[in-house]
C-alpha cells in the first residue's frame, strides 16, 4: 500500500511516529491479539438536533482496552493500524458490530436513526469496501439509510476515477456519506466541487475556538454554514463545549451537534440509557 501511495501522503503516517520501531513491532503483536480476544469496543457518541436536543444519530468511537497501557486512544493506534495493515481488519469488525449493533435495536422496536462509522483513507483505498459493506447490510438485513461513513479529505486525494466510482458505488446502495474534519485537509472547498457530500463536519478545531477571540475560527465556521446551505448539505458540528458556541451554531442555523457538552462517547448500555430518553440537554454553564 505505502508504494501505491506515493511519497505525497506521509502525512497518513505522521502520528505514529511517537513510537519507536520496536514498539511498533509490540504494538502490532497486540493489535493481532486484541482482535482475537475482542478486546476493541465501540462508543457511541449521540449526535444532537441543534433546536430540540432530540437524539438523531450517533458516531461509533473505536476504543482498544489495553491491559498494560489502559485505553489506547484511536488517535494513536489507528495510524499504526494503517501502517501494518491490520486497520482492514480491525475496521471490517466495526463495520459488523455496528450492523449488528442496528439489527438489536431494529429488533428491539427502538425509533430509528443513522450510525456513522469513520473509513481511514487506508480502508478507504480497499477495492473490497463497497462489497463487504453490501454484505453486512444484508447480513444483518439493514436498510442502508442507517449507515453512514465519515471519511477525510485525505480520502478524496488519491486516483479521482476510482474514489468518485466508489462515492458513487456507495450512494447508489443508500448510504450516506460524511467530510469528516472538513476544512483541515488540502483544498477542502476543491473536493466540494468534485463530488457533494450529504453532510460536513466541521473540524472540531474551528468550532473550539468559537468564544475564545478567534474571530477567524468563528467566520470559518459560519462561512461553512452558509455554503452548504446553499449547496444543500446538513452540516455537523464536532467538538461541542460550551455554551457560547452552541449558540453561535444555533444562531447560524446548524442543524446538527456533537459534542461533550451534550455527551462524551459513551459504552452502549449507556446508550442505551440516553435512548429511553430520546433528549440531551446541555451540561450547565459552569461557574
Ligand atoms: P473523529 O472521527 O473526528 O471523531 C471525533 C473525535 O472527537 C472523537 O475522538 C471524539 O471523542 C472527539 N470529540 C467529540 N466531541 C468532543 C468535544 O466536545 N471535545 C473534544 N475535545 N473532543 C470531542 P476519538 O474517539 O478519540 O477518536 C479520534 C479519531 O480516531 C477519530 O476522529 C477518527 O479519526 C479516529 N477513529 C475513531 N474510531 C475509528 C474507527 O472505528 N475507524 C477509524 N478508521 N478511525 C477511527
Ligand atoms: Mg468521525
Ligand atoms: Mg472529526
Ligand atoms: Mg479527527
Redesign the pocket.
Known amino acids: 500500500y505505502a508504494k501505491e501511495l506515493g511519497k505525497n501522503n506521509y502525512q497518513l503516517y505522521e502520528a505514529s511516529q511517537e513510537f519507536s520501531s520496536s514498539e511498533k513491532l509490540i504494538l502490532e503483536e497486540e493489535m493481532r491479539q486484541a482482535i482475537a480476544n475482542e478486546d476493541f469496543k465501540l ?1 457511541y ?1 449521540p449526535l444532537v438536533d441543534a433546536s430540540t436536543g432530540a437524539i438523531n444519530g450517533a ?4 476504543r482498544w482496552y489495553h491491559a498494560e497501557r489502559g485505553f489506547v ?3 494513536e493506534f ?1 495510524p499504526l493500524a494503517e501502517e501494518n495493515h491490520l ?1 482492514h481488519e ?2 471490517s469488525w ?1 463495520i459488523q458490530t455496528v450492523c449488528q449493533q442496528l439489527r438489536a435495536w431494529m429488533d428491539q422496536g427502538l425509533p430509528m436513526f443513522p450510525v456513522a ?4 483513507p487506508i ?1 478507504f483505498m480497499n477495492e473490497e469496501l463497497v462489497a463487504f459493506i453490501e454484505e453486512q447490510l444484508n447480513t444483518y438485513n439493514i436498510p442502508a439509510k442507517y449507515l453512514k461513513l ?1 471519511i ?1 479529505e485525505g480520502s478524496l486525494l488519491r486516483n479521482e476515477k476510482t474514489v468518485l466510482d466508489k462515492l458513487q458505488r456507495l450512494s447508489n446502495l443508500g448510504i450516506k456519506i460524511a467530510i ?2 472538513f476544512g483541515t485537509g488540502f483544498s477542502s472547498l476543491m473536493h466540494l466541487k468534485k463530488f457533494s457530500p450529504d453532510i460536513i ?1 466541521i473540524d ?1 478545531g474551528f468550532v ?1 475556538s468559537i468564544g475564545n477571540e478567534q474571530t477567524i475560527d468563528a467566520a470559518i465556521t459560519s462561512t461553512v454554514l452558509h455554503l452548504a446551505q446553499e449547496l444543500n448539505m446538513t452540516v455537523i458540528a ?4 460550551e455554551h457560547v458556541q452552541l449558540d453561535f451554531l444555533r444562531d447560524h442555523h446548524c442543524e446538527i451537534i ?4 451534550f455527551s ?2 459513551v459504552p452502549v448500555e449507556t446508550f442505551e440509557q440516553m435512548l429511553a430518553d430520546g433528549y440531551l440537554k446541555p451540561a450547565p454553564p459552569q461557574a
Not at 238 to 241: A, C, I, L, M, S
Open positions: 462508543y457518541q458516531e461509533a468511537l473505536l486512544s484511536p488517535g489507528v486497520i480491525i475496521g466495526v462509522i469513520n473509513v481511514s480502508q465519515e477525510t469528516d474534519d463536519k472540531k473550539q464536532e467538538g461541542v463545549e456533537q459534542g461533550f457538552l462524551k462517547p
